[in-house]
């Protein structure tokens, strides 16, 4: 690993949610050594809610199998109240329906824990810049999914859409972009634009449509028929 490269992941600030000591231990202690900043570890779902709001890590890894309150609910809770946090769901559990329940409850990503530690490490840097990062053969489930959402009849808005917030050409271009499931480093790369210059666009659209995460944005986008422009 390059100086620079521990520098960068020094600054991310990490938690580790898992309900098994010595799993919990051995994944603190491999991000820990690839040099990531491990702020905190917990053992169930209220302690988990309660240190990450204490300590305010920018990536949560977390087992949806919790004692007390469950991942999902760990999940929806921690990135309703603190919306830049990153959720990396490390699960043993490939089931689809795991899969998809953590995605809509805010998480960014979905690793299972055959991964290697490699795949770990990488997970959490892509995760920590707000990539979505799945194991293979999990992200076609999940853009599927956000077509299927985007099929169905949305809630009214109770507002006149003329009055919507207007993107600009590149906000715009960014959105139609992340409907059709590329990452942002993807994005950055078609666009000749810098990482941070896609996130900065993507945090824009949510607050322009008053948006809450990705999910929620590409379905407005698929709605709208950006993922086939």
């Known amino acids: 690993m390059s100086e620079q490269q521990a520098d960068d992941r020094q600054r991310i600030r990490v938690m580790v949610v898992d309900d098994h000591p010595m799993w919990r231990d051995a994944v603190a202690r491999d991000l820990a050594e690839a040099g990531f900043d491990v702020v905190a570890t917990a053992g169930d779902g209220e302690q988990a809610v309660r240190r990450a709001t204490a300590v305010s890590p920018e990536v949560l ?5 919790l004692p007390v309150k469950p991942g999902v609910q760990v999940c929806k809770e921690l ?5 830049a946090l990153r959720v990396l769901v490390l699960s043993a559990s490939g089931e689809h329906a795991d899969v998809l329940e953590a995605v809509k409850s805010g998480a960014t990503g979905y ?3 055959s991964a290697s530690t490699e795949e770990l490490i990488d997970a959490v840097r892509r995760t920590a810049v707000g990539d979505p990062v799945f194991t ?7 853009l599927g999914e956000y077509r299927r959402l985007a099929s ?7 507002g006149d859409e003329s009055k919507a917030p207007q993107l600009t050409e590149r906000e715009t271009e960014v959105l139609r972009l992340v409907a059709k499931g590329l990452s942002y480093k993807q994005i950055a790369e078609r666009l000749v634009i810098s990482h941070r210059t896609v996130q900065n666009h993507v945090q824009n659209t949510l607050g322009k449509l008053q948006l809450h995460n990705r999910v929620e944005l590409v379905r407005y986008a698929i709605e709208r028929g950006l993922d086939d422009a």
Do not use: M
């Open 61 to 65: 890894v977390l087992d949806l199998n």
């Open 79 to 83: 990135v309703g109240a603190h919306p």
């Open 111 to 113: 690793l299972l824990k």
């Open 136 to 142: 293979p053969g999990l992200a076609g489930l999940v």
């Open 152 to 158: 169905e009849p949305a809630p009214a808005a109770g």
